[in-house]
């Protein structure tokens, strides 16, 4: 059971460079969400999703857009990549009830130069 | 709204002594609290989380931690650290009720342990 799935593990981008991060889980959770992860920050949510065919904007969405064509993807992209946008990004799923625990993926190191 | 402070954002300890790491949450709803653990280059995992059942949790690796309401804390206890416990830890709240499971991180908190 691989559980949540990132790909790639990491990236090196430059300014203005476009991409897009995979996230696959094999839980058939319904709920999807996009962090990313800044020293002395915490995680911050960016993007998430309730269910295939629709996203929703979290804390930090400025920069990125998402999609949830199947319900075991998310896909997180980078249209115009920013030296701001240089993080740790974590794609997490939970089923729908809010006391069930996150499961998260191991992560995407994105540098930005 | 919901938001978690985690005191301390860096604690040491030696080996075999008690580990304590602080986090106070504030909500408009009963929440749901969790402590998630992040060792080096690896995603988080849970420890533990509090769901209105039993106000003492217990979790994985011998930590548990306590929900008191009239201090709205929800601080991470283990009596004996080991060296395998260095990690980064962080606290969340989620609403309890809500449908959209969403977490709220507090900042963290690097736990070292020295021999």
């Known amino acids: 059971n691989a559980g949540v799935t990132q790909t790639p593990k990491f990236r090196v981008l430059k300014t203005g460079q476009s991409m897009t991060l995979l996230c696959a889980q094999d839980?058939?959770?319904?709920?999807m969400y996009w962090y990313r992860q800044d020293p002395g920050m915490g995680l911050r949510l960016i993007h998430y999703s309730v269910g295939e065919g629709t996203t929703a904007k979290g804390e930090v969405p400025d920069g990125y857009n998402v999609s949830r064509l199947k319900k075991q993807n998310f896909l997180l992209g980078l249209e115009s990549a920013a030296p701001s946008q240089t993080s740790v990004y974590f794609c997490?799923?939970?089923?729908?009830?809010?006391?069930?625990?996150?499961?998260f993926g191991q992560g995407t190191r994105l540098t930005v130069v | 709204a919901q938001s978690v402070t985690q005191l301390g954002s860096h604690v040491s300890v030696s080996e075999g002594a008690l580990v304590l790491l602080r986090c106070n949450y504030s909500?408009?709803?009963?929440?749901?609290l969790f402590w998630y653990v992040q060792y080096p280059n690896q995603g988080l995992q849970l420890l533990l989380k509090y769901t209105s059942a039993a106000t003492l949790v217990k979790g994985i690796n011998g930590f548990e931690a306590e929900f008191k309401k009239s201090e709205t804390s929800f601080h991470l206890t283990k009596p004996s650290a080991h060296m395998s416990d260095a990690a980064e830890y962080f606290c969340a709240v989620t609403e309890s009720g809500s449908t959209l499971g969403r977490l709220y991180f507090g900042r963290g908190t690097q736990l070292t342990v020295w021999p």
């Open positions: 839980m058939n959770h319904e709920y």
């Open positions: 997490a799923s939970s089923h729908s009830r809010s006391n069930t625990e996150a499961f």
């Open positions: 909500s408009s709803v009963p929440p749901y």
